[in-house]
């Protein structure tokens, strides 16, 4: 394997995703699977007081954002930014916030802000306000972007102070336009960040599990996914769906 100790994800040989990878010429099936054979080196626990069904989005949604927020050095004295209050932003502000950084979310309105100051953001403004690139320009460590959209990417590097740094967890189709002088004169920095590896999946369900951090979930059952397909292309998802697998038999 050619990748660094314990950031497997990061393998350069590949990885075979447990779900719509392939192995052995069949699909894998991640959590839909019946049976699954792991080597003891890949398998997480879950602490004791976490809950599955609460448990199952920290495994995407929570390992996405603790990883770049630990590797940048979210903490006490630092200015976070997350962009979106969705399935992934709202773990990025519980978790930003435990770590002890002063968290501000960026969202496309305020409709979510009473949400957002109850996850434990200090701040919320409304990206679709113009005064908020004015007022905030140079204010930030570290701007996490959770939205798989093609952003203005001048304007949101603008809010990044000297060394500052934007991580892309967001993936979207589109390509993104970074004109160069959005990052030479502060010295700023944009990078992307995938999921974290075992190690640090393993801590970051420590860390949550410590700090009674959880995902915000609505439990559905297997009947229930094109309902629930049609309200996350509609926004109406607060914050993630978790599908009751003991429904799909």
Known sequence: MNCKAGEEQYCLEGNVGTYG???DGKPTDGGYSEKIVVDENYVCG???GVELDVAAPLLCAGITLYSPLKHWGAGPGKKVAIVGLG????M????AA??????TVLSQSLSKKDDGEKFGAQHYYATSDDATFEQLAGSFDLVVNTVSAALPMDRYLSLLGLNGTMVNVGAPAEPLEVPAFSLIPMRRSWAGSMIGGIAETQEMLEFCAEHGLGAEIETISA???????DRVVGSDVRYRFVIDVATMA
């Open 98 to 103: 435990a770590l002890g950084a002063e968290v």
């Open 92 to 95: 990025g502000v519980k978790i």
């Open 21 to 23: 990878g392939m192995l």
């Open 223 to 229: 009947d229930q996914i094109d309902e629930a397909y």
């Open 87 to 90: 399935g992934l932003g709202h």
């Open 46 to 48: 879950i602490p004791e």
